[in-house]
Structures are given as C-alpha cells and as structure tokens.
T-cell receptor
C-alpha cells in the first residue's frame, strides 16, 4: 500500500494564480483532512471530509475550497493564491471508527510570491 | 477554545538518558490524547494514544502519562538514541473525534 500520497511535492505560485493540491489514499479510509503547517504554529485544520461527497470547514478555511468526489481522493483548491498561503500542506486520512489515529502524507511545500 | 502548549524550546539530551516532553491543554478534558513524531520534511507519524480513563501507556521505549487534573500529558523516551531526534507533536480530539487539534511540537536532539 502506498498509504497517503500528495501531488505536487513543491510548487511556486504568483499572487493571484490558482492551483489544486491532490491527496490520494489507498486504505479505504472514510475521513480525510487538509492541514497547513507554519513555523511555531503547529498543524491547523483547513477543511475535512467524513465521507465521499461531504466536506466541512476547519479552523482556517478562508481562501481554500475542497472536493471529495471519490472516497480515495481529497482535493484542495486555491482560487487566488496570496503570500499568506505560503506554507507546507499536509493531507491525512483516518478510519471512520477509530478515527483518532490519522495517517499523514509527505506534504506539499507551497511558495506564493 | 481548546489550546495546547508544548515547550517551544528544543530539548537536548545525551544518548542513553530519558527524554521527557510535556503537553499541557487549557480547556476541556479530551476523550483521548495522542503523540506523533515528525521528521524534517516529512508528515507526522502516529506513536501512541492514551484515553481519559488511562493513567499510563507504554510501547517499547515510549511511555505516555495523562493527568486530567493537571491537564497535562508527559511523553518519555527511555534509553534515548540519536535516531530519536525529531519533533514530537501532542494532539487532542475535538468535536467528538471528527477533528484533532495539534500542538506546535517540541524538537528533541539526542547527542551521541
């Protein structure tokens, strides 16, 4: 099993550009999450999903949108990137039962100029 | 809202000694508390989970304690090795377990 994979690994955007980050998991997990990690601030939840076709806002959802059209994929979109969105983005997944343990992807490093 | 406090200063210890990391939370007592390890440039990896009705949990050289009165968890690594050098994150459940809140982590350096 590949576990949780993220695409791309690194990206540079100009202010105002858009992009989509892709997260895929092959563990048949129901729950999926998108976090951003900034120095000294820990992981902050952007959006999450408790099943295919469902999404919900986390702690810092502004400027991001998500979609969960397939159970194994969770997409994070930035419609108009801003320098404040420069961060490392992590995707995670968890079983519906025992959702307390999350499995993380390797991260996507995003730089917005 | 719930806040997690972990020592932002790095912890430096000598190989073979026991490393002790602290996690304090400020609000309601969580149903469970977790510890994750994160290496530079990688995603966090789950290590241990302890529930509110458990005082202590062990896994190999790792030990976690949970004191709901003090609102604190201690994470111990015994017989530490240079390979244990990493950032350790504390995490608590939120909203019935659908979501998890993470601390900023404590960096551990183990010197040979």
């Amino acid at each position: 099993n590949a576990g949780v994979t993220q695409t791309p690994k690194f990206r540079v955007l100009k202010t105002g550009q858009s992009m989509t980050l892709l997260c895929a998991q092959d563990m048949n997990h129901e729950y999926m999450y998108w976090y951003r990690q900034d120095p000294g601030m820990g992981l902050r939840l952007i959006h999450y999903s408790v099943g295919e076709g469902t999404t919900a806002k986390g702690e810092v959802p502004d400027g991001y949108n998500v979609s969960r059209l397939k159970k194994q994929n969770f997409l994070l979109g930035l419609e108009s990137a801003a320098p404040s969105q420069t961060s490392v983005y992590f995707c995670a997944s968890a079983l519906a039962e025992g959702a307390e343990t999350q499995y993380f992807g390797p991260g996507t490093r995003l730089l917005v100029l | 809202s719930q806040k997690i406090e972990q020592n932002s200063e790095a912890l430096n210890i000598q190989e073979g000694k026991t490393a002790t990391l602290t996690c304090n939370y400020t609000n309601y007592s969580p149903a469970y508390l977790q510890w994750y390890r994160q290496d530079p440039g990688r995603g966090p990896v789950f290590l241990l989970l302890i529930r509110e009705n458990e005082k202590e949990k062990r896994k190999e050289r790792l030990k976690v304690t949970f004191d709901t009165t003090l609102k604190q968890s201690l994470f111990h690594i015994t017989a530490s090795q240079p390979a244990d050098s990493a950032t350790y994150l504390c995490a608590l459940d939120q909203d019935g377990g659908f979501k998890t809140i993470f601390g900023a982590g404590t960096r551990l350096f183990v010197k040979a």
